[in-house]
């Protein structure tokens, strides 16, 4: 019964989330463009379609996974297991001693981005625009690699506490050497997935894990150092889709014969 | 009719996939890592399949409208020809989708709590919601102006990965000078503003305006306005910081 009035509920508030965007291209078709919308039947049942979709995918995830996930970032971070799988022998916690937060931080980042709806969305998009060039499926894997590393990383910045700006210098610094060097049109989509990975499902599961570490690891504070594993996953796969387009150029330059590498155009 | 059914079922099929992965995660670590019962099974399965079914009309309603109306718009206000409407449309788009964007609201709640404990406002519940509201218009406005920023780059041919990288060299030089208790929130905006039903619509709009002007490219040139809307907030939401501490 419950779940059924936050079924409810949910979707209710994802169309109340949407109404107002579809609001606005409605009346900017009708006020500015003046031209009948074509197909305009079917862009309504496909705005019911993201709403009701959006309410539903949330209320599920926050019936069963979320809870779960914070649950589990808890019980990793607690003193209790850490000091029962702890690597080093005498004194305070060491950073390796962290090594399931670590581990889980880079499954559970990698495996949300995969279901991650905005990332799907993108992906179909270039797919269809590169005429098949970028996989849907290839890419969201490149992604979640990023995504994965990324989280896993920022947990380890929150551990060791060394400051943020830091590793984002240092991951813009790799972004800008590999953008010379990757093929032009993969740049602007790696760019993008940075910013798309981190919508509905990460963000939540992942803001839990780096509060949770936070408080955990003696020193830290929830406020000052819980932040900033979501920038650590929008960094992370601009990196990894650059070199999955340096990838492609590799394998598609190993895979002509020797004779007819002077008719490789040059990238 | 028929056509809808069949790709609605694939569709299905796919979002089942896209999820194993989570339910795998969580199930070997909760087994063999740490070892507790898992209370309510039947619910979980249950949450599963509402999770399923969510994405898959999310994804069937996407193809159905989202990237249609996003590149009608772009296609048509290209025609149309008026560079005045398409900034409008941009920055609105834009400022609209993050000022009603959930995860902003908590973010900008959450980090209001961080600027009290820093002592750079009051204790007061009207001090707080102060600083929160002006952290979401910054960042509602810095989203308005990244899309119009992009917009503006696939117009004039400009070259993208210059623009991102000088951005975020001002980025690292601002975080230099700002209070250290607005870096970690100010970072963590720039990722949650973009949001799943505003993520497809700016997509389609990029690629629709690049396909439809002569000499871009819709891979090269089309996409690239994510990766504006995920830099701009950081970059506000430091000198916010800054221009708050000098006051």
């Known amino acids: 019964m419950d779940l059924i009035l936050d079924t409810l509920k949910f979707v209710g508030n994802s169309a109340i989330d949407v109404l107002p965007i579809a609001v606005f291209l409605f009346a900017f078709q009708l006020l500015v463009i003046r031209e009948r919308m074509p197909n305009f039947r079917q862009i309504v049942i496909g705005f019911v379609f993201v709403a009701v979709g959006l309410g539903l995918f949330l209320v599920g995830l926050e019936e069963t996974l979320f809870p779960l996930g914070r649950l589990m970032a808890q019980q990793l971070t607690a003193p209790e297991f850490l000091n029962a799988t702890r690597v080093s022998v005498v004194g305070a916690l060491d950073w390796q001693d962290y090594h399931w937060v670590y581990l889980f931080a880079a499954a559970i980042g990698f495996s949300t981005t995969l279901a991650e709806p905005a990332l799907m969305a993108v992906s179909i998009k270039a797919n269809a625009v590169s005429g098949g060039a970028v996989g849907v499926w290839a890419l969201r894997v490149a992604v979640a690699i990023g995504v994965g590393v990324g989280v896993s990383l920022g947990c380890y910045r929150i551990i060791s506490g060394l400051p943020l700006h830091h590793f984002i210098a240092a991951g813009y610094l790799v972004v800008i050497a590999q953008t010379t060097m990757a093929p032009k049109v993969i740049v602007p989509l790696a760019y993008d997935s940075g910013g798309v990975t981190t919508s509905t499902v990460t963000v939540p599961l992942i803001t839990a894990l780096g509060l949770g570490l936070a408080e955990a690891v003696p020193g830290r504070s929830a406020l000052l150092d819980g932040f900033g594993l979501v920038a650590f996953a929008s960094l992370f796969p601009i990196i990894s889709v650059l070199a999955y387009g340096q990838l492609a150029v590799l394998r598609a330059k190993k895979s002509e014969s020797p004779m007819n590498k002077e008719a490789l155009p040059e990238e | ?247």
Do not use: C
């Open chain 2, 1 to 247: 009719m028929k056509n809808s059914l069949i790709a609605l079922s694939r569709d299905a099929l796919f979002s089942l996939r896209d999820l194993l992965p989570i339910v795998l995660v969580i199930g070997i670590f909760q087994i063999f890592v740490i070892r507790q019962p898992v209370s309510g099974f039947v619910s979980l399965i249950f949450g599963a399949l509402l999770v399923v079914v969510g994405l898959t009309f999310f994804i069937f309603g996407l193809r159905l409208a989202l990237f249609p109306i996003g590149e009608g718009l772009a296609h048509s206000l290209a025609r149309k020809g008026s560079a005045f409407w398409l900034f409008a449309f941009a920055f609105v788009l834009g400022f609209g989708s993050a000022i009603a964007e959930p995860a902003l609201l908590a973010v900008a709640a959450e980090a209001s709590k961080v600027a009290v404990d820093a002592g750079v406002i009051a204790a007061t519940e009207e001090a707080r919601s102060d600083y929160a509201s002006g952290l979401r218009l910054v960042v509602a406005f810095s989203v308005g102006v990244a899309l119009l920023i992009g917009v503006f780059r696939i117009l004039a041919n400009w070259s993208l990965p210059v623009m991102i990288i000088g951005g975020y060299i001002l980025v690292i030089l601002a975080t230099t000078v700002a209070p250290r208790e607005i870096v970690g929130v100010a970072y963590d905006l720039g990722g949650v503003t973009t949001s799943t039903v505003t993520v497809p619509l700016v997509t389609a709009l990029g690629v629709g305006l690049a396909s439809s002007l002569k000499g871009r490219n819709a891979m090269t040139d089309g996409f690239g306005l994510i990766a504006f809307a995920a830099m701009t907030p950081i970059l506000f939401v430091l000198l916010y910081g800054i221009i708050l501490e000098w006051t």
